[in-house]
């Protein structure tokens, strides 16, 4: 899976999660920093991921913290290498 594909998903299950985004998330976003989640929305959206790849992200655990999308995008084009 490429970083566009990895981000798009990231999209797609952000978009599940909350509904409607404003504006377009980057590497750079901080899900939880910008306020797009918060520490409920945060499990729900990391489930949706998973579901979507239809995959366990085994780096992503209960006690995930680091909600950079580029963190994130690392995780899951490792994980679908």
Do not use: Q
């Not at 377009?24 to 797009?36: A, H, K, Y």
């Amino acid at each position: 899976m490429t970083r566009e594909d990895a981000l798009a998903a990231i999209t797609k299950a952000l978009t599940t999660t909350v509904g409607d985004i404003d504006g377009t998330i980057s590497e750079d976003t901080n899900l939880v920093d910008d306020g797009m989640l918060d520490s409920l929305d945060s499990m729900t959206f990391l489930f949706e991921l998973e579901t979507d790849l239809g995959m366990k992200l085994e780096a992503i655990d209960e006690t995930y913290e680091d909600f950079r999308v580029g963190s994130i995008v690392d995780i899951v084009v490792a994980a679908t290498a």
